[in-house]
């Protein structure tokens, strides 16, 4: 009876509530008459007390369930459009458009009239040798053409860079 463990655990039971009344009767002698008994159910109760004081339920944030809910949303798109989504098709179709662009560009160009007087329209005929590059580059034409290949860029590293990174997560 004098094992430490022992007398833990026949006391944790006692502040549980989980003995008869007369083992609990047995306790509350060995406490009064016992000073190892009576050190060990002081220490006890204090250390049940303070778990009691302390052991409020934590509440999670307010964004918690949304947080969760989006992380759970951008798994199960991704993987949904891997199985319906096929590159190939993407890439045909991507052809299909920039085809047609072309060939609607070359009917613009080819019905035009170059040498006509008639229209308003007058292109310069220029030497490519004495064009001024810096012209066209420095000025709104260059801004325009760098900001867009910038975004294109932007876009081509991102499509590169994401599936790296959600592999990794």
């Not at 944790?12 to 016992?34: F, K, P, R, Y």
């Not at 989006?70 to 085809?99: D, M, P, R, W």
Request: with cysteine.
């Amino acid at each position: 009876m004098n094992n430490h463990a022992e007398m833990e655990e026949r006391l944790w039971q006692w502040i549980d509530g989980q003995c008869n009344a007369a083992e609990a009767q047995q306790l509350q002698q060995l406490v009064q008459h016992h000073e190892s008994w009576g050190g060990l159910h002081a220490e006890l109760l204090a250390l049940h007390s303070s778990l009691q004081q302390e052991a409020e339920l934590m509440q999670p944030s307010m964004r918690f369930t949304k947080n969760v809910m989006e992380q759970i949303a951008l798994l199960s798109i991704e993987t949904t459009a891997k199985k319906y989504l096929n590159k190939k098709i993407i890439y045909t179709v991507a052809g299909v458009f920039v085809t047609m662009l072309a060939l609607v560009l070359a009917a613009a160009f080819s019905s035009v009239n170059w040498k006509g007087g008639e229209s308003s329209l007058q292109l310069p005929v220029q030497n490519i040798t004495s064009t001024n590059w810096g012209q066209w580059l420095g000025g709104q034409f260059g801004t325009i053409a760098t900001v867009l290949f910038a975004v294109a860029a932007l876009a081509l590293l991102d499509q590169y860079l994401r599936p790296k990174l959600l592999q990794k997560k």
